[in-house]
């Protein structure tokens, strides 16, 4: 299983459906993940991978992690995991 397919399952288990019907271009809004299924999805992606993601719950807006969409939180923790690789 790669980065995109555990990044969407655990995603998909927040918003309780099934992975396929989570597409790239899937918001955490669109997919009905409100704020505390989105932080526990983070601590999910977090505990999967070993990272810590730079994702503040109190002020989203301001955070380093774009969380916009399924695609962006992807790119963000293959990036987070080639950093700690490096």
Request: glycine share 4%; no cysteine; proline share 5%.
């Given at each position: ?79 987070l995991?080639?950093?700690k690789?490096?």
């Amino acid at each position: 299983m790669d980065v995109k397919e555990q990044v969407i399952a655990i995603i998909a288990e927040q918003a309780m459906l099934e992975p396929s019907d989570i597409t790239m271009e899937s918001t955490p809004e669109s997919i009905g993940i409100d704020s505390l299924g989105l932080v526990e999805s983070i601590f999910a992606i977090e505990e999967t991978f070993d990272i810590s993601v730079p994702f503040n719950a109190n002020e989203p807006e301001a955070s380093d992690f774009d969380i916009s969409s399924v695609a962006t939180i992807v790119a963000g923790i293959e990036r987070l995991i080639a950093e700690k690789a490096a």
